[in-house]
């Protein structure tokens, strides 16, 4: 990464690490593929249980796109609380598929 973070350069900044934005973008492209993917196949198999899969891959896309957007705007409470609950509630909504 070139240049200065702005995620630790910036006063009164919530981040303690400069974040990866590659990570973030590809993520954000491959939750939003996948969820697609399993919208297609819910509508397709007409499956009840895929709701679950479908809203924990929701969940992740949005995670990322919350973190792409507090790493660019680090002083912003909401933004880091939005992508640090929604990636616990994602992967704990992730595992309760199984229970379906």
Excluded: E
Excluded at 30 to 44: E, G, N, S
Excluded at 59 to 77: D, E
Aim: with cysteine.
């Amino acid at each position: 990464m070139t240049g200065t973070c702005s995620a630790v350069t910036t006063p009164d900044t919530i981040w303690s690490f400069c974040p990866n934005l590659g990570a973030d973008y590809l993520f954000i492209v491959l939750f939003a593929l996948t969820t697609i993917a399993h919208i297609a196949q819910a509508i397709t198999t007409r499956k009840g249980y895929c709701w679950v899969i479908i809203t924990s891959g929701l969940a992740q896309f949005l995670a990322y796109v919350f973190r792409l957007l507090s790493v660019k705007n680090p002083t912003n409470n909401g933004l880091y609380a939005a992508w640090f609950v929604l990636i616990l509630v994602s992967n704990f909504h992730s595992g309760m598929h199984g229970f379906c």
